[in-house]
């Protein structure tokens, strides 16, 4: 293989595949870019054998053909070298020599038949959706997933898709067992069948790492395995395999009772009041009052906080505790000036709700 290649091009492809390998990897092979020429083009391919990425690039290909690089190796050698084209050349026993206009490196490689097969997903349905919609949905959900290894079947995001006629609701469920958000948008495309997956957190850190504003991303499902492609990036993913809980069970009826507050200084108050929570003592009070909220916090051996804040609000006074980090995790993808909170009373779960996301919160003892 003889390829010449935009120095800034190549690190951007090396960046974007070089995000799912770990030093875990116990096979040598897997801290590897695989390289392979195509029509004037360049695809890099990494897997850690539940993923795989390939980012394909433009290059002068003058001799076409395949090798695996060291990723770390190629990240550092390609950072250190001059802005411009650089060529790189395959030569006997794996070597491939990295030169500039007046600069040279040679690395070892391994050839692409130790490289896993990564699958291809020719003729099957695809879904395509705009990016900017994906994004926001991954970004309103995701912070929710579970990372208990005990619980597996929680450390991915659920992606429901149901066909009604000329639409298609689209949902994304992301649940730990103490808040569940749930984001779903009507779309007007069609498919030929309902899907229900569920999509790995680490492949939902990559996809939403690489969704733009603009553009689409094509969406293709089989039996255990997701894919997706935008713009010359191509994420292939394992699905998990088990039994979402029934997140519908747990979605209450819409409360009466509920406090109107401005976004910007509900998320200051949280901030302040998290500064006062550590890992034994979570739970702020929320103290309701006809068109006030107090938000207070006592901590041994810390200190105490409390601040009181103007809002919207006729209904019973009570007390409830919450994680304000739990909140604070939605409220940092909340696109509205204001937001609505639903109560019930101090021993239920508190509800966000608008006409496309519902994020549920269960409250916590107040010591």
């Not at 149901?162 to 639409?167: I, L, N, P, R, V």
């Not at 394992?238 to 507050?261: M, N, W």
């Not at 007390?319 to 739990?326: E, K």
Request: charge should be neutral.
């Amino acid at each position: 293989m003889k390829i010449k290649v935009n120095k800034s091009d190549l690190l951007k492809g090396v960046q974007v595949v070089g995000n799912i390998i770990t030093p875990k990897n116990m096979l040598p092979i897997l801290s590897n870019i695989l390289f392979e020429s195509q029509k004037n083009k360049i695809r890099l391919t990494t897997t850690d054998l539940d993923m795989g990425i390939s980012y394909t690039l433009d290059a002068d290909i003058i001799e076409p053909g395949a090798i695996t690089i060291p990723t770390k190796r190629l990240s550092d050698v390609i950072k250190e070298l001059p802005e411009g084209m650089i060529s790189l050349i395959t030569k006997k026993n794996n070597v491939v020599d990295i030169q500039s206009e007046n600069c040279e490196f040679k690395l070892m490689g391994l050839p692409k038949e130790e490289f896993p097969k990564i699958p291809e997903f020719k003729d099957k349905e695809e879904v395509v959706l705009e990016q900017a919609l994906l994004k926001q949905m991954l970004q309103m959900t995701s912070f929710a997933v579970s990372h208990e290894e005990t619980r597996y079947v929680l450390n991915g995001l659920l992606l429901e898709l149901k066909s009604s006629g000329d639409t298609t609701a689209i949902k994304l469920v992301g649940t730990d067992g103490r808040r569940l958000a749930v984001a779903e948008k009507k779309l007007p495309i069609k498919i030929h069948k309902d899907i229900k997956i569920i999509v790995p957190f680490k492949t939902i850190q990559e996809l939403a790492r690489n969704l733009k504003e603009d553009g689409s991303v094509s969406v293709i499902i089989t039996q255990n395995q997701v894919f997706f492609e935008m713009e010359g990036i191509v994420i292939i993913s394992r699905l998990i395999e088990g039994d979402f809980p029934d997140y519908q069970k747990v979605i209450p009826a819409a409360s009466s009772t509920k406090i109107k507050l401005d976004r910007e200084q509900f998320v200051l108050v949280l901030r302040r009041a998290n500064l006062f929570t550590t890992p034994d003592f979570q739970a702020v009070r929320f103290e309701l009052f006809k068109n006030k909220l107090v938000v207070s916090k006592s901590t041994p051996d810390v200190g105490e906080f409390k601040e009181e804040i103007s809002a919207e609000y006729g209904g019973k006074e009570f007390a409830i505790g919450f994680n304000p980090a739990y909140l604070l995790d939605m409220l940092k993808s909340w696109r509205e000036d204001e937001v609505n909170l639903e109560f019930y009373d101090a021993e239920k779960p508190g509800v966000v709700r608008s006409s496309d996301y519902i994020y549920i919160l269960q409250p916590m003892r107040l010591g």
